[in-house]
C-alpha cells in the first residue's frame, strides 16, 4: 500500500505538489491522471525517495521506501525507460540491478522472458527501439517480484500488441494483490483498465474516485448546439455545473444541461437552433472537464503563416 499525506514540493516560488493526500490500496489497479505539468512524476519520485518533500510524507506500507533494506523486493518502478547505459546489454542491466537486491540470475532471465526480451537480451540496449526500451524497463520494475508497482506511462512506445500485453500484465498483478500505480495523461486507455483514479491538476487533488463512480458522472447530459445566434445563447446556458466548448463554427458541446431544457431557453429568447443532437459523455470528456482549469499547455487548432 502507498500512503501519501500532506506531500509537497516547492521549487523556490513553483509549488509542483502542493499538499497531495491519497492511498493507493492493493488488490486494484489505480491510475494517475493529470495534465502534463501536473506534477504526477514528481509525487512519484517523493515516494520513491528520488526527490526529498518540502512537507508532507509518502510511505510503503507504513515507513519511507529508504528504510526498507530490499526496496526492489518491496517496489517495483518504472519512472525513465531510458536509464540503462546504451553499451550494457539487456541481461547484464538487469543482473547488475539484481546484485544489489540479492536476486537471482534465474529471475533476471525470467522477467526477461515475461517481458518478450529473451531473444535480444544479449544486446546493447542502446539499439533497442522505444518499445523495446520501455518492455526492459518495465522487466526491472518486475524484478525483486516487488508487492507495489508503480509505473509512468506504461504505453509509451508500444504497439498495439505490447498495449494489449501490458494490460493484461496489469490485471494480472493487480489479481495477485499487488498494489498497481500507473500514472498517464491519456484518459481513453486508464478507463480500459484502471479500477480507481487519483486525478491531479496543478499539483493538487482534483478527485479521489472509484472508476464505478467516474463512469456515473459520464451519464450526465451532452448536447451538442448549433445556433446562428449562439453568441447569445451561450451565457444563457451557463450555469454552476453547466460546460460549454465552443467545438465548430457557431456551434458547442454543452455538457450539465440536457436537449429540452436548451430548447426552452431558446424557445423563450426567440434564439432559432440550426442543430440540437444529444450524445453519451465519455470518461475523457468527465476527465477533460475536471482538468479544464489545471490544463499548464494549450496549443491552438489554427495554423497560420508568421509575419
Known amino acids: 500500500?502507498?500512503?501519501?499525506?500532506?506531500?509537497?514540493?516547492?521549487?523556490?516560488?513553483?509549488?509542483?505538489?502542493?499538499?497531495?493526500?491519497?492511498?493507493?490500496?492493493?488488490?486494484?489497479?489505480?491510475?494517475?491522471?493529470?495534465?502534463?505539468?501536473?506534477?504526477?512524476?514528481?509525487?512519484?519520485?517523493?515516494?520513491?525517495?528520488?526527490?526529498?518533500?518540502?512537507?508532507?510524507?509518502?510511505?510503503?506500507d507504513g515507513k519511507p521506501l529508504a528504510e526498507h533494506q530490499m526496496p526492489l523486493r518491496k517496489i517495483g518502478a518504472l519512472l525513465n525507460a531510458g536509464a540503462a547505459h546504451p553499451k550494457r546489454s539487456a541481461y547484464n542491466h538487469l543482473r547488475a540491478l539484481a546484485a544489489t537486491n540479492g536476486i537471482s540470475n534465474g529471475r533476471v532471465e525470467h522477467v526477461l522472458n515475461l517481458v518478450g526480451l529473451a531473444e535480444v537480451g544479449k544486446r546493447r540496449s542502446g539499439g533497442f527501439s522505444l518499445g523495446m526500451g520501455q518492455r526492459?524497463?518495465?522487466?526491472?520494475?518486475?524484478?525483486?517480484?516487488?508487492?507495489?508497482?508503480?509505473?509512468?506511462?506504461?504505453?509509451?512506445?508500444?504497439?498495439?500488441?505490447g498495449i494489449l500485453w501490458i494490460r493484461q500484465l496489469l490485471q494480472d498483478l493487480a489479481a495477485e494483490g499487488r498494489t498497481v500505480f500507473v500514472s498517464s495523461h491519456l484518459m481513453s486507455e486508464m478507463e480500459l483498465i484502471a479500477d480507481h483514479f487519483i486525478i491531479i491538476g496543478q499539483g493538487r487533488l482534483i478527485e479521489d474516485i472509484s472508476a464505478d463512480d467516474l463512469r456515473?458522472?459520464?451519464?450526465?447530459?451532452?448536447?451538442?448546439?448549433?445556433?446562428?445566434?449562439?453568441?447569445?445563447?451561450?451565457?444563457?446556458?451557463?450555469?454552476?455545473?453547466?460546460?460549454?466548448?465552443?467545438?465548430?463554427?457557431?456551434?458547442?458541446?454543452?455538457?450539465?444541461?440536457?436537449?429540452?431544457?436548451?430548447?426552452?431557453?431558446?424557445?423563450?429568447?426567440?434564439?432559432?437552433?440550426?442543430?440540437?443532437?444529444?450524445?453519451q459523455r465519455s470518461l475523457e470528456d468527465v476527465f477533460m472537464s475536471l482538468t479544464a482549469e489545471a490544463v499548464q499547455y494549450q496549443g491552438t487548432s489554427t495554423i497560420a503563416m508568421a509575419a
Open 136 to 161: 526492459l524497463g518495465i522487466a526491472a520494475s518486475l524484478l525483486g517480484d516487488p508487492e507495489v508497482v508503480m509505473l509512468d506511462e506504461p504505453v509509451n512506445g508500444l504497439d498495439p500488441e
Open 216 to 279: 456515473a458522472r459520464a451519464t450526465g447530459e451532452k448536447t451538442l448546439v448549433r445556433s446562428d445566434d449562439l453568441d447569445r445563447l451561450t451565457p444563457l446556458m451557463q450555469a454552476d455545473g453547466v460546460s460549454i466548448v465552443p467545438c465548430e463554427t457557431k456551434a458547442a458541446t454543452v455538457i450539465g444541461v440536457g436537449a429540452g431544457e436548451i430548447g426552452r431557453i431558446a424557445r423563450d429568447n426567440g434564439i432559432a437552433l440550426t442543430g440540437l443532437v444529444p450524445e
Open 1 to 60: 500500500m502507498i500512503k501519501v499525506t500532506n506531500l509537497t514540493k516547492a521549487y523556490g516560488d513553483i509549488v509542483a505538489v502542493d499538499s497531495l493526500t491519497f492511498t493507493v490500496q492493493p488488490g486494484v489497479i489505480t491510475g494517475f491522471l493529470g495534465p502534463n505539468g501536473a506534477g504526477k512524476s514528481t509525487t512519484m519520485r517523493m515516494i520513491l525517495g528520488l526527490d526529498a518533500p518540502t512537507e508532507g510524507s509518502a510511505t510503503i
